[in-house]
């Protein structure tokens, strides 16, 4: 019984290693011409930041993760590029490998991939508005670390997940898009984003309005355990979305 397991085990590995080795050897040029254009657009927005006197500060790492997100969902969004086409959709589907392979070999280049990107990005972005700082107003110093001080911060391990599941959220959303409407995925995922974004917005301020009517009041006895649900709630959420983005490719059909 373990050796079969374990011979398992080890052809699933290995299909797996297959998927991503065609991938990787199919995509390379594409890979390494997105994530060149990423990190030099951060490199040069960090010159001409620098340039102009601004230097990386908490405000500016604000905008780098609006930034990073925009272009992280852009890339979930083409999680599944080649299904726009029919014979691009026909070799994918056709693919001798389990749907999970498949799968899973643009998830990891989508989630830990990405955030890897989003890691070096900033760093070229810190460095080239230094750099460009300390050339032209001879101002030199480091990168200032964006967690300095989190650990007598009781709040920045709730903020830290808090963005997390965020991030997973919006993730979640661009991934299904890619595999429920490869072509324009972007616009349309963007566009029901902003459309739970709205629904939210009103039933919140309907809620409230509701409560104001009636001279209701809503005590927090627990505003700590209160966002940790907020937090869980939000993972949940963007779990099932990744697992339905992945049954739905699981039962896509070559027509």
Known sequence: ?????????????GRFAMVARKLLIEQKRTLMIMAGSYLGACALFGLWFGYLG??????????????????????????????TSKEGRTALLMTPATASDKYLTRFIGVLPGMILLVVLGYLAYGYADLLSLGLKYDMWMPLPNPFKGAAENP??????????????????????GAVAWPKKSFLKSLGVFAAIQIVLFFAAAGLGKFLMEFQWRIVVENGEALSWSIIGCITAVA??????SFRKFKNSTVI
């Open 239 to 244: 779990a099932l979305i990744m697992w339905l």
């Open 155 to 176: 709040n920045t391990i709730s903020t830290i997940c808090a963005v997390t599941a965020m991030f997973l959220f919006n993730e979640s959303i661009f991934m299904y």
């Open 54 to 83: 601004a230097t990386p500060r908490a405000e500016t790492m604000i905008v780098y993760i609006l930034i990073s997100g925009l272009a992280c969902g852009l890339v979930a969004s083409k999680m599944f590029f080649d299904m």
């Open 1 to 13: 019984m373990e050796t079969t397991y374990k011979a398992n085990r080890n052809k699933g590995m």
